[in-house]
């Protein structure tokens, strides 16, 4: 959204009753958030198609946390669906925004980040106050810099999947399809001003709810001096702009323009876009429910005279336990996360509950995937004890996951299998969207029946076979330990396997206990006395009998001890057998993890 959108003065005004954000506080009529929020949509008898916006301002990076509003929103829009409703699910580009600061860190159209000085930055640090959409490309591969940005939000979409309208604020404008709006707003500006100095104090009887672009220097402008409504235009005076701590300086020139050229403030656009796309709902940030939501809501009501779409306030989530931040380079884009987990565990992630602050981990995707591969288990009562009682949570979370489950695999689910319902043997796309309601039903389908086949390997014993590039290896290990079934059919074995690259990418950038080389292909060249020996055949009939990895680092201290064997050459002889190297993870949770036959017969020496 706009970065327009802090609050200057204190909302004095109380709220009407339907325009709450916190939607998903307090008892809810299901099981689901999304289905919940649906239901709201629906009290309003609301026309078709169903119309659910998202929007941000393309300022830079767009990361994770970005992608809240559209997989939010798809949710909702895939609930609706279900329910046999057309929905359009539409993401504006605020792309008429000045740029107001220089970011320091920058993304090409394949998502890798870099600094700004890799860049033309010269060429942007001319151009603060102009909008977006006037600004050139620093990659000189699109036609602004606002449509680069814009681009990489869309792709981040294609990607998982979710079919999402991107529409252009400065296109709506240079289209007139604000021109009358923007007309009705200068013809009651009064009541616009009245409205909006609850909450901004900069408000006073000049101030006029229309930004003009300066035919000179191409920068928006917040002074005009007179409205020609009539006319369709407005005179202006190129001031000076407050930008945070600095000041953005005008050009002094006095000029003429239409209604096309130039934008409304934001806290008069947000509600217009509203208007002229007939939104139903939109799910916007905490900020925004603290900040321009309340004036949003109020403008509408009581300017615009329309109803504001059904709300929905998410918690924000943090990257890693800290705040995103496009400017320092702490984001991480979908792109990156596509290269570690499956596009499926990532949607999944936006199923919880977007009432709840939470951490996305990329350190700890093992404790993702796991999370979701329960979930999956769950749809399929895969886990579910015949002869145990059923809880009000295992009640709930069967419930959860009948509802989220479908429209969380269905993208997958549509690059995976053809038309006819055949599985396709190398699929081009890692998600394709489904809105057509015969395919949607084909899919729901083959969710429920052919695609119960499939296997998922366990995330850190994906890992581990990572740490071989032999994929026939990978295989006989994952068949050896029961994972994939000798029945299997072609497509489960690759759907199992292709975990493994992802596993092993995820080792590769968190630089964890699983970035390591195993010597699986042949013994490293050891010298062992007959102690050290002795001590390595016990310690393998240990752990032929536990498979505990706290039990298993302890033994191997105890081992030690045992056969009078210094503790750190005893860890250096494991890692030797394993690594070749004179150093590794921590062993015996490590050791835990693997194959037992391998372990068993590295530890005894044999081929």
Known sequence: MSDESATDGDAVREMHADDDPYVLQGPQPHAFWAESVAEKILDRDPEEPIVIKGGISPSGVPHLGNMNEIVRGYFVAEALRSRGYEVRQVFTADDRDPLRKLPRKLADLDGNIVELGDVNAGALGRNLGKPYTEIPDPFECCDSYGEHFSNLIERSAELLG????????????????FEDLTRYLLDNQEQAREVLSHYQDKVDEEYVPFNPICEECGKITETVTEANIDEGTVEYVCTDMEAGDQTIEGCGHEGTATFREGKLP????????WQVLGVDHEPFGKDHAEGSWPSGSDVARNVLDIEPPVPMAYEWFTLDGEAFSSSSGHVVMVQDV???????????FFTKDPSKARDFSVEHFDYLVDDFDAF???????DRDADAETTDADEKAADIAAAAYPPTIRPTLAARFDADGEPLSAPDAKSVPATDDDRRAQLDALAD??????????YTFAAVLGMTDDPDLREEIARREGHVPDDAPEWVTEFALSRVVRAREWARRTQNEFDYELKRAEMPAVELDAETEAALDDLADFVADHDEPDEIQGEIYETAKRHDIDIGDFFSVGYRLFFDDEE????????????????????????
């Open 162 to 177: 979710i079919p999402v309208e991107m529409v252009s604020n400065t296109e709506l404008y240079e289209d007139g399809e």
């Open 266 to 273: 934001w806290r008069f656009e947000w509600p217009g876009q």
């Open 449 to 458: 029946d052919e695609f119960g086949e499939r296997v998922r390997l366990p």
């Open 376 to 382: 999956e288990r769950t749809y399929y009562g895969e």
């Open 584 to 607: 590794g993870p921590k062993l015996g949770p490590f050791l835990a993890k693997l194959d037992e036959e391998f372990v068993l017969a590295r530890l005894r020496r044999e081929s």
């Open 338 to 348: 596509l290269e570690m987990i499956e596009p499926e565990v990532l949607r999944y």
